[in-house]
């Protein structure tokens, strides 16, 4: 079956620092990539829409220039937070669309910023 | 208001009894409707689709009712391996998901 890979599984930065979040569909290609961020005890929120070659679409209250999303090819899609804050500790989750709305997960990427 | 909202627990049960969970959406327009279950600090993972006619898979079924937009999933001899949380989710057409908070269950020996 369709795979998605994400990596790291676990991150801990500094506070200030930037971290990459990489998200990959291993045996179909995903034009629209999904990412998603869970807090504890809380609901998975979509943040934005990665599309393939074109700018991602954000949620509103999601800041475009703190995380920045790029699709640069039709297996991988990356997450950038930039200037991570304790605040942006989180569970980060991407998901792709195969075929006619089939949405698969990455296994997560858990953020600790101290 | 939430789009998906859920209780969200904690449902304790022994092994063997049958619990139920409802969710309830508040946009008519939503197309098409799932139970993800998740387990701790792990990826939400599809555990079925939901359907207008209803649908069972093995000991659990799922209702869906558009008039009252509500979905339920009902699990029959509960396992303790069937303790998770459930994610109730809805596609509203803009082919991203969106979850409810959750439902926790614990199934106790």
């Known amino acids: 079956g369709a795979v998605v890979s994400q990596h790291p599984s676990r991150v801990i930065c500094k506070s200030g620092t930037s971290v990459k979040i990489e998200c990959r569909s291993l045996?179909?290609?995903?034009?629209?990539m999904f990412w998603y961020r869970q807090f504890p005890k809380q609901s998975l929120m979509l943040m934005a829409t990665?599309?393939?070659?074109?700018?991602?679409?954000?949620e509103q209250g999601v800041e475009k220039d703190k995380f920045l999303i790029n699709h640069a090819s039709l297996t991988l899609s990356t997450l950038t937070v930039t200037s991570a804050h304790p605040e942006d500790s989180s569970f980060y989750i991407c998901?792709?669309?195969?075929?006619?709305?089939?949405?698969?997960f990455g296994e997560g990427s858990r953020l600790t910023v101290l | 208001r939430k789009e998906v909202e859920q209780d969200p627990g904690p449902f304790n049960v022994p092994e063997g009894a049958t619990v139920a969970f409802n969710c309830t959406y508040s946009?008519?327009?939503?197309?098409?409707f799932f139970w993800y279950r998740q387990d701790c600090r792990k990826e939400p993972k599809l555990l079925m689709s939901?359907?207008?006619s209803g649908n069972e898979d093995g000991r659990f079924t799922a209702q869906l009712n558009r008039a009252s937009q509500y979905i339920s999933l009902l699990i029959r001899d509960s396992k303790l391996s069937d303790s998770a949380t459930y994610l109730c989710v809805v596609n509203t057409g803009r082919r991203a998901l969106t979850f409810g908070s959750g439902t926790r269950l614990q199934v106790q020996p």
């Open positions: 998901s792709a669309v195969q075929g006619p709305g089939e949405l698969f």
């Open positions: 045996d179909f290609q995903a034009t629209t």
């Open positions: 946009n008519s327009a939503s197309q098409s």
């Open positions: 939901v359907y207008s």
């Open positions: 990665s599309n393939e070659g074109s700018k991602a679409t954000y």
